[in-house]
């Protein structure tokens, strides 16, 4: 079926709704996740922060954050649900695990140069190739 | 024909600011103190630019909330635009404003 990957959600919740409602909220899409087969990786609850603008009058909210492994399907599903949830003001989900990766691999490419003499090589040449950029920009 | 007018705006808007750059410091009448500009993100090895680190990101939205232009930030292309991404995100969530008044 559809590949597993890795996403971020975070969603506020309006300041009106009570701890319990907030914790209920994360039992439901936890409830998903496990229906779905899918996997929690990390849930933190900021708490109440307070917004840069307001969202529908509120000025400020409750965020939570959970990093999740899943499917599509999963996450279709859970951003339907906050959608039609009233207590969710606004909710945001990232798929994270390509730009992890490429994270990672920018580190250990920092760590273990490819050769001896190509570093060196690539060097020079950026250094020319970036001296004609600037020419023709200016 | 959109090709043409995008071209020429390209050129209009880097010639105002050759313009802008030299006013400046003909009216000073001194050479401007230009510090080598280097990519912070660069500098400091910073892969992923996330968008929940509010503290990083204001850095590059001053008072009026605009994305600071990578002109003035020194930072390179490939991380403005990972930023860039970032602060969108940041704004989505209310992290940081869209617009200060």
Not at chain 2, 19 to 24: A, G, L, S, V, Y
Not at chain 2, 37 to 43: D, I, N, Q, S
Request: proline share 3%; charged share 35%.
């Amino acid at each position: 079926m559809s590949a597993r990957r890795q996403y971020e959600l975070v969603y506020i919740v309006s300041p009106e709704a009570t701890d319990e409602q907030v914790s209920d909220l994360h039992a439901q899409i936890e409830a998903l996740i496990t229906r779905f087969d899918a996997e929690l990786v990390k849930t933190e609850n900021w708490g109440r922060r307070k917004l840069a603008y307001p969202i529908q009058r509120h000025k400020e909210g409750t965020y939570v954050l959970e990093v999740i492994n899943g499917t599509g399907d999963l996450i279709k599903e859970i951003d339907r649900r906050l959608r039609v949830s009233e207590q969710v003001v606004r909710h945001l989900v990232v798929r994270v695990d390509q730009e992890l990766k490429a994270a990672e691999r920018a580190r250990s490419r920092r760590k273990t140069p490819v050769g001896v003499a190509r570093p060196a090589a690539v060097q020079a040449g950026a250094g020319e190739d970036e001296g004609v950029g600037e020419e023709v920009e200016g | 024909m959109r090709e043409r007018s995008g071209g020429r705006g390209g050129r209009g808007g880097g010639g105002r600011r050759g313009d802008r750059d030299r006013d400046r410091e003909g009216g000073q009448r001194r050479p401007m103190f230009r510090r080598r500009k280097v990519c912070k993100f660069c500098a400091d090895k910073i892969d992923y630019i996330d968008y929940k680190d509010t503290r990083m990101i204001s850095a590059f939205v001053p008072e009026r909330a605009k994305i600071l232009p990578r002109r003035i930030s020194g930072v390179c292309a490939t991380h403005q635009r990972k930023l860039q991404a970032a602060i969108k995100r940041a704004r989505h969530l209310a992290l940081v404003p869209f617009v200060v008044e």
